[in-house]
Protein backbone atom coordinates (compact mmCIF):
# COMPACT_ATOMS: atom_id res chain seq x y z
CA UNK A 1 0.00 0.00 0.00
CA UNK A 2 1.13 3.49 -0.45
CA UNK A 3 0.86 5.99 2.32
CA UNK A 4 1.18 9.56 1.93
CA UNK A 5 1.83 11.54 4.75
CA UNK A 6 2.29 15.87 4.75
CA UNK A 7 4.91 18.58 6.82
CA UNK A 8 3.33 20.13 9.96
CA UNK A 9 1.24 23.05 8.55
CA UNK A 10 0.84 26.31 10.45
CA UNK A 11 -0.10 30.10 10.87
CA UNK A 12 0.92 32.50 9.20
CA UNK A 13 0.25 36.57 8.14
CA UNK A 14 -1.13 37.41 5.42
CA UNK A 15 1.14 38.11 2.54
CA UNK A 16 3.93 35.93 4.11
CA UNK A 17 4.76 32.30 2.94
CA UNK A 18 4.69 28.61 3.95
CA UNK A 19 5.81 25.51 2.35
CA UNK A 20 4.29 22.04 3.21
CA UNK A 21 5.85 18.53 1.79
CA UNK A 22 4.04 15.60 1.01
CA UNK A 23 6.18 12.37 1.68
CA UNK A 24 4.94 9.02 0.03
CA UNK A 25 6.13 5.83 1.03
CA UNK A 26 5.09 1.94 0.24
CA UNK A 27 4.45 0.51 -2.96
CA UNK A 28 1.70 -0.54 -4.70
CA UNK A 29 3.12 -1.60 -8.19
CA UNK A 30 4.00 1.58 -9.55
CA UNK A 31 7.18 3.58 -9.70
CA UNK A 32 6.93 6.88 -7.73
CA UNK A 33 7.81 8.72 -10.69
CA UNK A 34 4.66 7.80 -12.38
CA UNK A 35 2.36 9.39 -10.07
CA UNK A 36 0.23 12.51 -10.44
CA UNK A 37 1.06 14.27 -7.38
CA UNK A 38 -1.60 16.79 -6.12
CA UNK A 39 -2.32 19.52 -3.39
CA UNK A 40 -6.48 19.94 -2.24
CA UNK A 41 -8.23 22.07 0.87
CA UNK A 42 -10.82 21.60 2.68
CA UNK A 43 -12.92 24.11 4.81
CA UNK A 44 -15.98 23.36 6.98
CA UNK A 45 -19.31 23.23 5.30
CA UNK A 46 -17.42 23.45 2.12
CA UNK A 47 -16.25 20.59 -0.74
CA UNK A 48 -13.01 19.84 -1.27
CA UNK A 49 -11.00 21.82 -4.02
CA UNK A 50 -8.16 21.15 -5.84
CA UNK A 51 -5.05 23.61 -5.29
CA UNK A 52 -2.48 22.29 -7.70
CA UNK A 53 -1.39 19.07 -9.54
CA UNK A 54 2.16 17.53 -11.12
CA UNK A 55 2.37 14.97 -13.62
CA UNK A 56 4.77 12.58 -14.12
CA UNK A 57 6.15 15.30 -16.74
CA UNK A 58 6.70 17.88 -13.59
CA UNK A 59 4.09 19.52 -16.01
CA UNK A 60 1.83 21.38 -13.03
CA UNK A 61 -1.52 22.83 -13.35
CA UNK A 62 -2.98 25.12 -10.69
CA UNK A 63 -6.57 26.53 -9.50
CA UNK A 64 -6.93 29.72 -10.84
CA UNK A 65 -7.19 31.66 -7.29
CA UNK A 66 -3.39 30.86 -6.52
CA UNK A 67 -2.10 30.87 -10.05
CA UNK A 68 1.75 32.92 -9.62
CA UNK A 69 1.55 32.36 -5.82
CA UNK A 70 1.67 28.39 -5.01
CA UNK A 71 4.28 26.81 -6.87
CA UNK A 72 4.01 22.74 -6.91
CA UNK A 73 7.20 20.47 -7.55
CA UNK A 74 8.58 17.14 -6.97
CA UNK A 75 11.30 15.28 -5.96
CA UNK A 76 11.44 11.74 -7.54
CA UNK A 77 14.32 10.48 -5.57
CA UNK A 78 12.76 11.51 -2.48
CA UNK A 79 9.85 10.42 -3.23
CA UNK A 80 8.16 13.94 -2.23
CA UNK A 81 6.55 16.75 -3.04
CA UNK A 82 6.00 20.52 -2.30
CA UNK A 83 3.33 23.15 -2.10
CA UNK A 84 5.36 26.67 -2.11
CA UNK A 85 2.85 29.18 -1.36
CA UNK A 86 4.00 32.70 -1.00
CA UNK A 87 1.97 35.44 -0.93
CA UNK A 88 -1.11 33.83 1.09
CA UNK A 89 -4.41 35.11 1.58
CA UNK A 90 -6.78 35.24 4.55
CA UNK A 91 -9.09 32.31 1.88
CA UNK A 92 -5.79 30.25 1.72
CA UNK A 93 -6.62 29.01 4.58
CA UNK A 94 -7.96 25.37 5.30
CA UNK A 95 -6.69 21.33 5.71
CA UNK A 96 -4.47 20.62 3.21
CA UNK A 97 -4.48 17.39 1.98
CA UNK A 98 -1.78 15.58 -0.25
CA UNK A 99 -2.83 12.86 -2.80
CA UNK A 100 -1.24 10.31 -5.26
CA UNK A 101 -2.69 8.78 -8.07
CA UNK A 102 -0.98 6.74 -10.28
CA UNK A 103 -0.70 7.67 -14.27
CA UNK A 104 -2.91 10.71 -15.90
CA UNK A 105 -3.71 13.43 -13.32
CA UNK A 106 -7.73 12.91 -12.85
CA UNK A 107 -9.34 15.61 -13.55
CA UNK A 108 -11.88 15.07 -10.49
CA UNK A 109 -10.28 15.28 -7.11
CA UNK A 110 -12.36 12.46 -5.71
CA UNK A 111 -10.47 9.84 -8.31
CA UNK A 112 -7.16 9.94 -6.01
CA UNK A 113 -7.22 6.96 -4.22
CA UNK A 114 -4.22 7.71 -1.96
CA UNK A 115 -4.40 10.72 0.76
CA UNK A 116 -2.87 11.91 3.43
CA UNK A 117 -4.60 12.85 6.76
CA UNK A 118 -4.61 16.41 6.49
CA UNK A 119 -2.17 19.54 7.58
CA UNK A 120 -3.87 22.84 9.04
CA UNK A 121 -3.37 26.14 7.13
CA UNK A 122 -3.97 29.74 8.78
CA UNK A 123 -3.74 32.79 7.61
CA UNK A 124 -4.42 35.97 9.67
CA UNK A 125 -5.02 39.21 7.65
Known amino acids: SVRLMESEGGSVRAGGSLRLSCLVSGYDGYDFDHYCLGWFRENPGQERETVAT???????RYEESVEARFTISRDNAKKTFYLQMDNVKVEDSGMYYCAAEPGWCPRLWETFTNWGRGTPVSVSA
Open 54 to 60: IDSAHVP
